[in-house]
Nanobody, 122 residues
Framework: QVQLLESGGGLVQAGGSLRLSCAASGRTFSSPVMGWFRQAPGKEREFVAAITWSAGATDYADSVKGRFSMSRDNAKNTVYLQMNSLKPEDTAVYYC???????????????WGQGTQVTVSS
């Protein structure tokens, strides 16, 4: 089992920045990939970004490329999502997930956090 705890959500004005954190514990060695997903009201959950623990390889959704950056701190078992130039359409609950493959497919992610709310006002 892997436990995930997100933090860092909040309310920010359009154009502002936030940094989300996700601390992983438990059998983290079984999940070589960490991802961020989000779900806006009335919409399906969608992929945002992912990173590998080992090499730090990343993947991003087209909608966040150039604005969001994902990183990891292996010593702390923590991943981060730096979100810049935020837009109202970025408003969603953001979920951290632990998975097996660097992919946007939710089916490859086995463990999920509880989520943290990000609200971007116009």
């Amino acid at each position: 089992q892997v436990q995930l705890l997100e933090s860092g959500g909040g309310l920010v004005q359009a154009g502002g920045s936030l940094r989300l954190s996700c601390a992983a514990s438990g059998r983290t060695f079984s999940s070589p990939v960490m991802g961020w997903f989000r779900q806006a009201p009335g919409k399906e959950r969608e992929f945002v970004a992912a990173i590998t623990w080992s090499a730090g390889a990343t993947d991003y959704a087209d909608s966040v490329k150039g604005r969001f950056s994902m990183s990891r701190d292996n010593a702390k078992n923590t991943v981060y999502l730096q979100m810049n130039s935020l837009k109202p359409e970025d408003t969603a609950v953001y979920y951290c997930a632990a998975g097996r493959v660097l992919t946007s497919s939710q089916r490859t992610y086995d463990y999920w956090g509880q989520g943290t709310q990000v609200t971007v006002s116009s």
